[in-house]
């Protein structure tokens, strides 16, 4: 499982793509999303605009990842 820290309150789904480096633009976000299965805690996701908040699980092809906001204690 991968961690990614995020600063803010939260961020969404296409940001996090791209931040965890999966797509390289943020304009790829709608396709990769539309033509993928993106799971947000357990559940297909196709809301590029989902936000995502600590302890929120991503899973997309076989790589799974959690957001951690930086300071909030687990």
Known sequence: MKRISIYTEYIKL???LK????ISTG????SFITG????VNGEIEK?????????DVIKV???TYVIEQAGVET
């Open 14 to 16: 296409d940001q996090f």
């Open 19 to 22: 931040l965890a480096g999966i």
């Open 27 to 30: 304009g790829e976000a709608k």
């Open 36 to 39: 993928r299965d993106v799971f």
């Open 47 to 55: 809301r590029r605009g989902r936000k995502l908040k600590h302890n």
């Open 61 to 63: 092809d076989n790589d």
